[in-house]
């Protein structure tokens, strides 16, 4: 089903679907310099995809209030020139039901789910770096994640296999990632193609075109995509490459406006 893009914005143009600024704990970057940037580069919008954490660093860092105050200063800054979506990355969702209710009463245009910790309370590059055991990390990641796509509430599944990024390795069953994409399917979750992996000296987005593949097998036909940018130098870095992967599959790139799905 082809949605309408409604409003006043041409559904041309190349989209950054995940960008960070100094709303989220990990990035130093003013959202005004992400939007001059993506000025510069000729993007027709991008969205900003603030965490939303409980991890210790995260608790408590993202103000709601003030995001969407700089993001309407910023709107009618660049009105005419780029569009500026609000969106938000909520980490472990399935963990956090209170805090996701109140979150989708809020005007978001779009709402990502990741899950960034799943073992301890360890990041995965904190399990990399302990050595712990990489089956064990995927087996509990891989849980999670079935959880929040059973979970729902969400738009979009961000960086579908996070741990590949510091593990620079893949482990999974094919049975689970069925499980996975079915629940996607029944609550209305598209996957996200995400292209950090790239700039960290990978050859391949998160994920990658086996597990697209199986995702395109359990009915799967719609994708963003996002650098997954904190700094400005990474707005929209492999988004390209990222994109002639969902097109060679057959693909359909989509953003998010009022948590509608929209085809590019």
């Given at each position: 089903?082809?949605?309408d893009c409604g409003?006043?914005?041409?559904?041309?143009?190349?989209?950054?679907?995940h960008?960070?600024?100094?709303?989220?704990d990990?990035s130093?970057?003013p959202m005004?310099r992400?939007?001059?940037?993506a000025v510069?580069?000729?993007l027709?919008?991008l969205?900003?995809t603030?965490?939303?954490?409980?991890?210790a660093?995260?608790?408590?860092?993202?103000?709601?209030?003030?995001?969407?105050a700089?993001l309407d200063?910023?709107r009618?800054?660049f009105?005419g020139?780029?569009?500026i979506?609000?969106g938000?990355?909520?980490?472990e969702?399935?963990?956090h039901?209170k805090?996701?209710e109140a979150a989708?009463?809020?005007?978001?245009d779009?709402?990502l789910?990741?899950?960034?910790y799943w073992?301890?309370?360890?990041?995965?590059?904190?399990?990399r770096?302990?050595?712990?055991?990489?089956s064990?990390?995927?087996a509990?990641?891989?849980e999670?994640?079935l959880?929040m796509a059973q979970c729902?509430g969400?738009?979009c599944?961000a960086?579908?296999d996070f741990?590949?990024?510091y593990?620079?390795s893949?482990m999974?069953?094919?049975?689970?990632?069925?499980?996975?994409?079915?629940a996607m399917?029944?609550?209305n979750?598209v996957?996200?193609i995400?292209a950090?992996s790239?700039?960290k000296?990978?050859?391949?987005?998160l994920?990658?075109?086996?597990?697209?593949r199986?995702?395109?097998?359990r009915?799967?036909?719609y994708?963003?995509?996002g650098?997954?940018?904190?700094?400005?130098?990474?707005?929209?870095?492999?988004?390209a490459?990222?994109?002639?992967l969902?097109?060679?599959?057959?693909l359909?790139e989509?953003?998010?406006?009022?948590r509608?799905?929209?085809?590019?």
């Open positions: 089903m082809k949605f409003g006043n914005f041409d559904c041309g143009g190349n989209f950054d679907c960008v960070h600024s100094t709303f989220s990990d130093r970057e005004e992400q939007c001059e940037r510069e580069l000729g027709a919008g969205c900003f603030e965490h939303l954490g409980f991890d660093l995260g608790l408590g860092y993202y103000n709601a209030d003030a995001y969407f700089e200063r910023l009618e800054k009105d020139r780029l569009e979506l609000a938000l990355e909520f980490s969702p399935h963990l039901p805090e996701l989708q009463k809020r005007p978001y779009l709402i789910g990741s899950v960034h073992l301890g309370g360890l990041f995965p590059s904190q399990m770096d302990l050595g712990m055991d990489l064990r990390c995927f509990r990641y891989w999670h994640m959880r729902g969400i738009d599944a960086h579908l741990p590949k990024r593990f620079r893949l999974y069953a094919p049975g689970m990632l069925d499980e996975i994409f079915n399917t029944k609550n979750i996957l996200e995400n950090s790239l700039r000296g990978l050859d391949e987005p994920p990658g075109e086996a597990l697209l199986q995702y395109i097998a009915g799967g036909r994708v963003t995509l650098a997954d940018a904190h700094r400005t130098e990474e707005l929209f870095e492999g988004v490459q990222a994109q002639a969902a097109d060679s599959l057959g359909a989509v953003i998010f406006r009022g509608n799905r929209v085809i590019l």
